[in-house]
């Protein structure tokens, strides 16, 4: 009776997904698909009920070379789990500039960082590489074997600006979208 309407925030279950040449590639997946499956397997470690992953479906960190494409929350869960999982390497792509030492002008008080320097994620392991946008993908027999990348400034994905001469490629074996 004392409020006008209740708001339950519980985040989409609708993916964003990139429109780069090679997303077709198979191991390019939603970070969710991931995310549900690792949460899955923790409930059946855990003796609660699970959906095991259709058999051929079940996606797995273990051994690969991952790339999480996004550096909010759902990247940083990805890239734990992934650790937990002993992939061989996780590194983040994050399309945001580093963050600034100090106050940060780009998000003014009292509004929360875009960023975090570090998280628990981060502190397991791999890396992030700040201001990078992914160009596209590279295969071999139909699955992602690279990203191509490039280094990027602006203040928003709105408003990104290549940096000449900054491309590069990374090897992959699973690619997380987590935009």
């Given at each position: 009776s004392r409020f006008d309407a209740v708001v339950i925030a519980i985040g989409s279950r609708v993916s964003r997904d990139l429109d780069v040449p090679g997303r077709e590639l198979e191991g390019i997946r939603p970070a969710m698909d991931y995310l549900y499956q690792r949460n899955r397997w923790v409930a059946a470690q855990e003796g609660r009920p699970a959906r095991a992953p259709e058999p051929g479906r079940e996606l797995t960190a273990r051994d690969k070379r991952v790339i999480v494409i996004g550096g909010g929350d759902t990247g940083m869960d990805c890239i734990s789990n992934s650790h937990r999982e002993n992939a061989a390497s996780v590194i983040m792509l994050d399309v945001y500039a580093q963050l600034l030492d100090?106050?940060?002008?780009?998000?003014?008080?009292?509004?929360?960082?875009?960023?975090?320097?570090?998280?628990?994620?981060?502190?397991?392991?791999?890396?992030?590489?700040?201001?990078?946008?992914?160009?596209?993908?590279?295969?071999?027999?139909?699955?992602?074997?690279?990203?191509?990348?490039?280094?990027?400034?602006?203040?928003?994905?709105?408003?990104?600006?290549?940096?000449?001469?900054?491309?590069?490629?990374?090897?992959?074996?699973?690619?997380?979208?987590?935009?």
């Open positions: 100090g106050e940060d002008p780009r998000t003014p008080w009292p509004l929360p960082p875009k960023r975090t320097a570090s998280t628990y994620a981060l502190e397991e392991g791999g890396r992030r590489r700040w201001g990078t946008e992914v160009t596209g993908f590279g295969g071999r027999d139909g699955h992602v074997s690279h990203v191509y990348a490039r280094q990027v400034t602006g203040k928003s994905s709105r408003d990104l600006t290549p940096v000449p001469g900054s491309e590069f490629v990374l090897e992959a074996d699973l690619v997380l979208v987590a935009i």
